[in-house]
Structures are given as C-alpha cells and as structure tokens.
Antibody, heavy 121, light 108 residues
Framework: QVQLVESGGGVVQPGRSLRLSCAAS????????MHWVRQAPGKGLEWVAV????????NYADAVKGRFTISRDNSKNTLYLQMNSLRVDDTAVYFC??????????????WGQGTLVTVSS | EVVMTQSPATLSVSPGERATLSCRAS??????IGWYQQKPGQAPRLLIY???TRATGIPARFSGSGSGTEFTLTISSVQSEDFAVYYC??????????FGQGTKVEIK
C-alpha cells in the first residue's frame, strides 16, 4: 500500500535552516509528481510546493519562493524540502502528498502523517 | 489567486441526518475541485475529485456536485466516523492551488 513518511521536523530559531524528507513506498515513486502542503496550528491547509515526477520542474507558493527548495531523489524514493531563512510564520505541520496524475497535478490522493516544524527563538 | 470560501464554518448534525457543505470559488474553476476529510491529528484524506467523482474506497454516502464557482459536498446520512473537518481545493488555476478554510462537522 502507498506509504509516505515525513521526517526532519523540529524546533529551529528564526533565520536558520531545516531539511525535511519524505520516504515513499508502495508505488512507483518516479512516476508521480509530489507536493508539500503545510498546516499552521489550528489553521487550514496551505499548498507550499510541487515537483514534477522527474524533477524537471518545480513551483512554489509566493510565501516560500526564494527560501524553500523542493527536490527529489528517485533512486532513493525520497522527496525533500530544504527550508532556509525560516520565519515564525513558517511554523506548521508539513505534509508530503502524492499527485495522482499529470492531468490532476494539483490534487493530492495520498498524504503522509506530517512532521511538525516550530520556528521560535 | 483563486480564493475558496467554505460555509458554514461549523455544521452541527445528528447521526443519520443529511449534511450539506458549500464551497465557492472567487472565479470559475470549471469542475477542477476536490474535497478532503481531516480528523484531529491525522492527514487529510481525498474524498471527491473533479467535483463529483468519488476517490477509491470512499462510501457512496459522500457525493459532490457543482461547476464554475459553486460546489457542494453532501453526506447523505452522517455516520459517527464522519465527524471531522472538510476542505475544498481548486486545482484549475495555479500556482497556487488553493484550499478553503474548512467546515467542521460536529455532533449535534
């Protein structure tokens, strides 16, 4: 069955960096686009970034553009989110999610359980 | 950016009753909308895509309708396991893909 397991979250000071990972299993990882979506405590869902199945293209929300980088290693079935210059308002649970197809690129049909990132001094 | 607005914020229903959740887009998104269910401490689960197609394994009591800017998620007979927060999401115009703020379905 499809499994997505995030790791790398934690407490970090404003201005510092953190890298999140998402280990995928149970499907052909290299055939699917992948997203990062975040959820601030007690708030709704916010799309963060997407990467094409082959890593050839990426897109970002304005709130993270220039600070976050999404990447993937298809040989390791792993998705990454490099987060630099972190701000207090980046505090959230970060979910990785699979996009079901090119036609439904913006949709997410399977989600990991999330990893909490807390930005605080 | 397409703004998605959900109503009501909270819906109180008794088990067995019908629940109707609404989602409005600030501009037409065709039928490119999905609905997700999220329970406390859990990841979202995809229920509906393309406005009205149930995702794999989703019970028939969940149905979606609408196109353009007005969409509805209906739970025909709410079960105990359906009490959760529901989000709509448009995936027609991007970036960014955008979510509504959520509707909490609670026990009356």
């Amino acid at each position: 069955q499809v499994q997505l397991v995030e790791s790398g979250g934690g407490v970090v000071q404003p201005g510092r960096s953190l890298r999140l990972s998402c280990a995928a299993s149970g499907f052909s990882f290299s055939a699917y686009g992948m997203h990062w979506v975040r959820q601030a405590p007690g708030k709704g869902l916010e799309w963060v970034a997407v990467i094409w199945y082959d890593g050839s293209n990426q897109n970002y929300a304005d709130a993270v553009k220039g600070r976050f980088t999404i990447s993937r290693d298809n040989s390791k079935n792993t998705l990454y989110l490099q987060m630099n210059s972190l701000r207090v308002d980046d505090t959230a649970v970060y979910f990785c999610a699979r996009s079901p197809s090119v036609v439904l690129l913006g949709l997410s049909d399977f989600w990991g359980q999330g990893t909490l990132v807390t930005v605080s001094s | 950016e397409v703004v998605m607005t959900q109503s009501p914020a909270t819906l109180s229903v008794s088990p067995g009753e019908r629940a109707t959740l609404s989602c409005r887009a600030s501009q037409s998104v065709s039928s490119k909308i999905g609905w997700y269910q999220q329970k406390p401490g859990q990841a979202p689960r995809l229920l509906i895509y393309d406005a009205s197609t149930r995702a794999t394994g989703i019970p028939a009591r969940f149905s979606g309708s609408g196109s353009g800017t007005e969409f509805t998620l209906t739970i025909s007979s709410v079960q105990s396991e359906d009490f959760a927060v529901y989000y709509c999401q448009q995936y027609n115009k991007w970036p960014p893909w955008t979510f509504g703020q959520g509707t909490k379905v609670e026990i009356k």
